[in-house]
């Protein structure tokens, strides 16, 4: 069941401040996608107070999935973009306690498309799309 956008940017504002020490000056809910596997994702664009530059951001919200998973998730990311692995950059990590009642992964938005829809339905189809 996906977050309305006001109660999403009142949750996402006051997790930046409390948690991260940050005010946002302007924040945009740009798309949810609510039909993810064991989450909701939610691309948000974010302006903090230290920055006039706005941030592209996803929130993961695991709502099929532990605090430990969650953490595990992070973790994991994290250390494979510190080794140069093409993964997004995790920002935070939050708990069902931080306003989404689920624990969560704020991360970098990387533009791309739905891997699901470009990959074949049947051994015979076209897999050009796997190869763009």
Sequence with gaps: M???RQTFIEAIT???R?????TLTRVE???VNPDGWESEIYAFTAVEDSSEIPQRRVLRLLTGASAETARDEFQILSRLHQAGYP???VVALGGEEDGFD???IIMQRIEGG???GRFPRSPGQNMEGLRD
Excluded at 18 to 22: C, S, W
């Design 102 to 104: 689920a624990p969560f």
């Design 87 to 89: 993964v997004p950059e």
């Design 114 to 116: 739905n891997f699901v």
């Design 2 to 4: 996906a977050i309305d």
């Design 29 to 31: 809910l740009d798309w």
């Design 14 to 16: 006051r997790f930046y």
């Design 18 to 22: 409390n948690a991260l020490g940050n």
